[in-house]
């Protein structure tokens, strides 16, 4: 019998649309989030509820190469972490990874985007940890769409329990996916250089071609020339030949 995971990386390759091609993982809200001020905890999306299932599992093997998070009044500069997770069984889950510490603008609510650099397999699943914020979901119906809550924050490598459940929403993160063709850890799109890669980061400069000589060689040839006209009608042409 497959495992979860297993069952949902197939769901994962057989949804339309799955390919190479960066894609977002995750749903964030539009209406100012909602979110727990109180405490901080771990959040992820249900994978087994809900009309999307799979929105918040990754489709395809590549480097997540940013995040977006809900934050909400009062903006006090909260810090939030993406997760990266692989369901054991039931409400527990592996932290596979997690983001550095990102920390929202205190003059603004809404959501913020944040860049990062994390590999990540098709069938894992995005959560995050810190004052986690959700949405209305209702996309199957009442109360069918669920958020699992789990805290004290797990360490990487580390099994925890999720089971703590909100119903009727959906947790207001996102991630960007990008693929990794060459498997150097850096998003293929806007990770590595375009033209190159192989080469992560940006590109390098391009290295400045060595002197032919032509030109000069072509002007000294014109000095000799006679008469002044002949000599200005050389130097012009040198002008045109490579360096």
Do not use: W
Not at 63 to 76: C, E, L, Q, R
């Amino acid at each position: 019998m497959p495992t979860l995971l297993a069952s949902l990386a197939i769901l994962a390759t057989a949804a339309p649309g799955a390919a190479s091609a960066a894609t977002t993982v995750g749903r964030n809200g539009t209406s100012t989030p909602a979110c727990y001020f109180g405490t901080t905890t771990a959040a992820l999306q249900d994978p087994a509820s809900g009309a999307q299932p799979a929105a918040y599992t990754v489709p395809f093997d590549g480097v997540i190469t940013s995040f977006t998070a809900g934050n909400s009044v009062p903006p006090d500069g909260n810090q939030i972490k993406l997760l990266i997770l692989e369901p054991v069984s039931g409400s527990t889950y592996k932290v596979v990874a997690k983001s550095d510490p990102a920390i929202f603008n205190v003059v603004a609510n809404g959501r913020q985007t944040f860049p990062t650099r994390i590999a990540v397999q098709a069938g894992q699943l995005i959560g995050d940890y810190g004052k986690a914020c959700i949405f209305p979901g209702h996309t199957g119906g009442p109360d069918t769409d669920i958020v699992r809550l789990g805290s004290p924050e797990a360490a990487t490598g580390a099994e925890q329990d999720f089971s703590g459940a909100f119903y009727g929403f959906l947790v207001d993160l996102s991630a960007g996916l990008e693929a990794d063709a060459d498997h150097d850890g850096f998003g293929d799109e806007t990770q590595d250089c375009p033209t190159n890669a192989a080469t992560p980061g940006p590109c390098p400069p391009a290295a400045a071609a060595a002197p032919t000589g032509q030109r000069v060689a072509a002007q000294e040839k014109c000095k000799k020339k006679k008469p002044k006209k002949a000599r200005r009608k050389c130097q012009k042409k040198a002008r045109k030949l490579p360096v």
